[in-house]
Nanobody, 119 residues
Framework: QVQLVESGGGLVQAGGSLRLSCTAS????????MGWYRQATGKQRELVAA???????NYADSVKGRFTLSRDNAKNTVYLQMNSLKPEDTAVYYC?????????????WGQGTQVTVSS
């Protein structure tokens, strides 16, 4: 199985920055699609950003221009650089690995890390 370990969450004031990291186990990391999702209290989980093995990226409209997703395949790690944080960014952030096999995929999830942005 794929195991994901997250770090970098915490408490920050509005306008500040945080960098989240997610390190994955597995032998084929470069072929995983990696993503960050978040879930605020009382709301549904939403996609924040995703990055394919070839490093093409997609971002939610709410974070474009503020967040940057990157990956280091040699370290089996993805990074989410979050700048200009807003109170509405407060949520539990979950790392996701999507492992494609033919036309099917399996999803693996990290334990979640809390990001709190104070006003």
């Amino acid at each position: 199985q794929v195991q994901l370990v997250e770090s970098g969450g915490g408490l920050v004031q509005a306008g500040g920055s945080l960098r989240l990291s997610c390190t994955a186990s597995g032998s084929s990391f470069s072929f995983y699609t990696m993503g960050w999702y978040r879930q605020a209290t009382g709301k549904q989980r939403e996609l924040v950003a995703a990055i394919a093995g070839g490093s093409s990226t997609n971002y939610a409209d709410s974070v474009k221009g503020r967040f940057t997703l990157s990956r280091d395949n040699a370290k089996n790690t993805v990074y989410l650089q979050m700048n200009s944080l807003k109170p509405e960014d407060t949520a539990v952030y979950y790392c996701n690995a999507r492992v494609w096999r033919w036309s099917r995929y399996d999803d693996y999830w990290g334990q979640g890390t809390q990001v709190t942005v104070s006003s």
